[in-house]
């Protein structure tokens, strides 16, 4: 069965600090690859998707990610977090005729 | 505004009674999902409809029904069958595909007391 992986559950930094967020996933074939934040208090928003193309994608306040198919992998990364994104952060992964399936969540405290 | 709404934001139930939760979206989508939310296990899919009147289960379906009788409306139901119904429910509509990005609701959060 189709599986995806966030290796860190919880992860603490302090504002202007790098992040990246790891995502691997189990699917071997052609897969539409998502991440997810769900800011405090806030329902769950699109952050960045990749479905075909270049494999560095770039999404909404400043975040991007990389496709790593031989590694199975779609790591998140900022190259400096706000105190604002503090928020819980999903990786999604949907295989062809498959259902969207989610990976457990990272949760991200920026301190201020 | 276009967008999924659910309601109510938060609902206490005693144990053993059938609840209904409420989802609407005018988005035109044709896909609708129902998920459960708990700590450190993401998003689980209950159940989800491609088209009216057609609906499938998804992982964790058990304890759970659903209807689909217009596009815009998917209520899911949380009967007293659930073991463990206390949880945030979250549900999604997406459009076909290719374009299969799914949209979510601001969740309803079921107490069972």
């Known amino acids: 069965a189709q599986s995806v992986s966030q290796h860190n559950h919880h992860v603490i930094l302090s504002e202007a600090a790098s992040l990246e967020l790891g995502c691997n996933y189990s699917?071997?074939?052609?897969?539409?690859l998502f991440w997810y934040v769900q800011y405090p208090g806030q329902h769950l928003q699109l952050l960045l998707k990749?479905?075909?193309?270049?494999?560095l994608v770039k999404g909404i306040k400043g975040f991007e990610a990389e496709f790593i198919k031989s590694k199975f992998s779609f790591n998140l990364r900022k190259p400096s977090v706000q105190w604002s994104d503090t928020a819980e952060y999903f990786c999604?992964?949907?295989?062809?005729?498959?259902?969207?399936?989610f990976g457990g969540g990272t949760r991200v405290l920026v301190k201020p | 505004d276009g967008g999924i709404t659910q309601s109510p934001k938060y609902l206490f139930r005693k144990e053993g009674q059938n609840v209904t939760l409420s989802c609407e979206q005018n988005?035109?989508?044709?896909?609708m999902y129902w998920y459960r939310q708990d700590p450190g296990q993401g998003l689980r899919l209950i159940y989800y409809?491609?088209?009216?009147?057609?609906?499938q289960k998804g992982d964790i379906a058990e304890g759970y029904s659903v209807s689909r009788e217009k596009k815009e409306s998917f209520p899911l139901t949380v009967t007293s069958a659930q073991k463990n119904p206390t949880a945030f429910y979250l549900c999604?509509?997406?459009?076909?595909?290719?374009?299969?990005?799914?949209?979510f609701g601001p969740g309803t959060r079921l107490l069972v007391l």
């Open positions: 999604a509509s997406s459009p076909r595909a290719p374009q299969e990005t799914q949209y």
């Open positions: 699917y071997g074939g052609t897969v539409n």
């Open positions: 990749y479905f075909s193309g270049d494999p």
């Open positions: 999604a992964v949907k295989a062809a005729g498959n259902k969207l399936t």
């Open positions: 988005l035109n989508h044709d896909a």
């Open positions: 409809s491609q088209i009216v009147n057609d609906f």
